[in-house]
């Protein structure tokens, strides 16, 4: 069984879910992770024909104190996430007050997000693309040059040199805070932008609070999201000299190179603060990357440095392997810095529906094989064996049309399905509905 | 049968360019990862020396750990939770196996003593060596490359135990003043009711449900606490015992946190409560646990305690470890094998008073 999670963590211990990208109320997601092609490894074909599991939300339906931004009014969205928000949460409730019920020990773990007047945050031009400080393969011990390291010489060239990088970049990377979901992020210019990942951020204009390693809090707002990349942009609007650091240069990114991956897995947690690992980069693409450097709930936007010390990558998401950490490459973000800056929200993925049937190539359209039980489908009176002849007026030719039309619809929407039933001539009016039940294999027949 | 028969949409379509940039991108050899042969090949000279103090423990003839010798007279430490009732064996680096015995446990910080009849084996050396960040750390087995490899990821630190309840809700009061009596765990069976207000833990004086929450929170499961109770104008004492709750479920059963931490790999049954322990990031499988964990000089900094999470290895430090196996030993030579049972079992408790 293949499964991807984004590694975003809820707020409090009893919060968080996996289900997929998908709304009842057919507005957008909250949050959600997109797909992304499976590592060699990782087999399970039987999932596969669905794509992949999808989107994490926080189920904690927070209280008006714990989460200021939930209710606040949005001037500059034009879609009515924060509404839609809410409601997701609400569906979970129940979940919440199962778990509340057992003890009221269940808070802690995060800094409360205290509610204070929005005063220093002005909306200024979009700030201009960060660029690499140039960097020298040389510059670096020999043993990183190598294949693998060949001796002890070599580990230790390379310990020593981990251990000046961890020291350089520690101060800079943060655990960020967003409507009750926590994750990671890294302060890249003195003025406090800050790179995480969209399933982070969210969506533009939502406050954010930011926590350094000592513990020292700063307010800011999440800016653009592209969610195609998993790339997102915040910023600290507390004013402040911030501890930042430099964005690396993909070109002079290469497979193997070793990397160390900074966040704070399962959230920040004070006793504990920030947490280190080590790995190579094993893929390279040109806007993803994956490395072993383990990574959990919580990591999501957190910075994967070089051994210059430089971001080249956000950590993203993990599959089953400790070997299958995924983070969006630096160069993600320099390719859409402008609509990043500017605040745009972009590239969410289409939601999964369906009407609950599948059928096989007919002459006169698609012949269903399977109707599923108390799908979508049935419950309109779709049997096996019906011939769909038109989808919504058009003529379809075979069941890769019918899916695709069925993919164009927005959850909710009826469709009217032609067909021919034992020489008789019907029209059924189905509803296309999101599409439930991942995580738990509970879908099929 | 092909259960997928739905229509369905994904969102495949949408991440083709990202799929197929993907799949023309090369792939480091899997020996070349961090854990990879050719990487462990490197450290093979930090290990050479110390795996002849490392044995594999077998239970019932299934490796349930790794033990590390602390006496050349046959007594190795190794993890406590793993070594259950059954026919306990070793297997040391030059393949020998010979029966061991369970003869001391801590279960505060999980580790027991197990006692081989042997005579020239090679301790393991300690250093006392304050763990820092980046540092390479090598988890050894009892052949010629370790196990596995990793850095430091976290300073040493306390690790609390897995959360253990006393089953009670607590009201927003500024005294702790319990509103609703949980059904099924200690304070129920305590006998402890609604509007009763808890003053102490211990003999500790809390004030309110935060000091509460907090100092409940070092105990773990099966541990007993006493609880000084207020209840209108009398105060009594009251045992309660500490339990688990049920376990936290998410969307139809689901548990997303937890499934995460399993993602590539089981985790220890006992992977919280030490007292002080290094977070390494070395992907360890939880029989691997219970050797010793080394700098690249080949020295032992620390032991091997838990695989906690995806992300996390935990590791007792050599200067914590000194006091732990002194007391052990300690243990050892008080112990006549009759008493044995009973005092190497802290975890039986009496019943709480009703």
């Known amino acids: ?445 | 049968m092909l259960p997928l028969l739905l229509i369905a949409v994904s969102v495949l379509t949408k991440t083709s360019p990202a799929q197929n940039s993907a799949n023309r991108s090369a792939t480091l050899g899997e020996d070349r990862f961090k854990s990879g042969a050719l990487t462990l090949a490197a450290f093979s000279s930090a290990t050479d020396a110390a795996r002849h103090s490392i044995v594999r423990i077998d239970l019932d003839g299934k490796t349930v750990a790794l033990g590390t010798v602390v006496e050349a007279s046959g007594l190795i430490i190794t993890k406590a939770s793993e070594i259950k009732d059954g026919k306990l064996t070793c297997k040391l680096a030059s393949n020998t196996e010979i029966d061991a015995e369970l003869v001391a446990r801590d279960d505060d910080n999980d580790v027991a003593l197990v006692k081989i009849k042997a005579t020239s084996l090679t301790p393991i050396k300690w250093v006392s060596e304050e763990a820092s960040v980046g540092q390479w750390v090598v988890s050894p087995g009892t052949e010629k490359t370790p196990e596995a490899v990793g850095i430091v990821s976290v300073p040493p630190r306390k690790i609390l135990p897995k959360r253990a309840l006393i089953g009670v809700l607590l009201t927003n009061a500024a005294v702790a003043k319990i509103v609703e009596v949980t059904e099924g765990l200690g304070a129920e069976k305590a006998g402890l009711k609604p509007g009763d207000i808890i003053l102490a833990v211990n003999d500790t004086k809390i004030k309110n449900r935060d000091e509460l929450t907090a100092t409940l929170r070092h105990f773990r499961e099966g541990q007993t606490v006493k609880l000084r109770v207020q209840r209108e104008t009398e105060e009594f004492d009251a045992s309660v015992r500490m339990m688990l709750p049920k376990p936290e479920t998410g969307f139809r059963g689901f548990n997303r946190q937890e499934r995460m931490n399993r993602l590539g790999g089981e985790i220890s049954q006992r992977a919280e409560g030490f007292e002080l322990a290094v977070q390494h990031d070395t992907v360890l499988q939880p029989w691997q646990c219970g050797g010793p964990l080394l700098n690249l000089d080949g020295q032992a900094i620390g032991l091997n305690i838990a695989r906690a999470g995806r992300v996390a290895s935990y590791a007792l430090p050599a200067a914590l470890l000194a006091h732990i196996i002194d007391d052990l030993k300690a243990q050892t030579r008080k112990t006549t094998p009759d008493e044995k049972t009973e005092k190497t079992s802290p975890q039986v408790e009496p019943e709480p008073d009703k």
């Open chain 1, 1 to 445: 069984m293949r499964t991807w999670f984004c590694n975003t963590t809820a707020k409090s211990l009893d919060a968080s879910v996996l289900i997929t990208s998908v709304h009842n109320d057919g507005t957008r997601p909250a949050r959600f992770t997109q797909a992304l092609p499976p590592p060699k490894h990782a087999g399970a074909a039987m999932l596969a024909a669905f794509g992949l599991l999808a989107a994490l939300l926080p189920s904690a339906t927070l209280s008006a104190k714990e989460s200021p931004t939930a209710r606040q009014p949005s001037n500059q969205r034009s879609e009515p996430s924060s509404t839609s928000n809410r409601r997701f949460h609400g569906e979970f409730l129940p979940l919440r007050q199962e778990t509340r019920k057992v003890e009221t020990v269940l808070r802690l773990l995060f800094q409360d997000a205290k509610e204070t007047p929005n005063e220093t945050f002005t909306p200024t031009e979009p700030a201009p693309a960060p660029t690499p400080p140039p960097t020298r393969r040389t510059d670096l011990p020999r043993a990183f040059r190598k294949d693998t390291p060949g001796s002890l010489d070599d580990l230790k060239a390379i310990e020593e040199h981990v251990k000046k990088v961890v020291a350089r970049v520690s101060s800079s990377v943060v655990a960020v805070e967003v409507q009750g979901g926590s994750g990671s992020g890294v302060v890249i210019t003195e003025d406090g932008l800050v790179l995480c990942a969209a399933h982070v951020c969210d969506s533009p204009d939502l406050d954010v609070l930011f926590t350094f390693p000592d513990g020292k809090t700063a307010k800011g707002k999440t800016l653009g999201t592209n969610h195609e990349m998993d790339a997102g942009l915040m910023r600290i609007t507390d004013k402040g000299h911030w501890s930042h650091v430099d964005i690396g240069d993909i070109d002079r990114t290469r497979l193997g190179d070793w990397v160390l991956a900074l966040g704070h897995p399962g959230g920040f947690d004070p006793q504990r603060s920030m947490v280190v690992r080590l790995g190579r980069i094993i893929r390279l693409a040109s806007d993803m990357m994956q490395t072993d450097c383990t990574l959990i709930g919580g990591d999501s936007g957190g910075p994967l440095f070089d051994m210059h010390g430089r971001v080249v990558g956000i950590h993203s998401r993990i599959s089953n392997s400790t070997a299958a950490n995924f983070h969006v490459s630096i160069a993600a973000f320099q390719e859409t810095w402008g609509r990043l800056a500017k605040g745009d929200d972009w590239g969410r993925p289409v939601q999964e529906v369906w009407v609950g049937a599948w059928g096989l190539d007919h002459p006169e359209g698609c012949r269903l094989e399977i109707v599923n039980k108390n799908g979508p489908g049935e419950r309109a009176g779709l049997k096996v064996g019906d011939v769909v002849t038109k989808f919504n007026g058009h003529e379809l030719k075979g069941i890769e049309m019918f899916k695709q039309s069925v993919t164009r619809t927005k959850p909710g929407q009826k469709v009217t399905l032609d067909i021919k039933r034992d020489e008789m001539e019907l029209s059924v009016q189905v509803t296309v509905e999101p599409r439930r039940g991942f995580g738990g294999g509970r879908f099929g027949p």
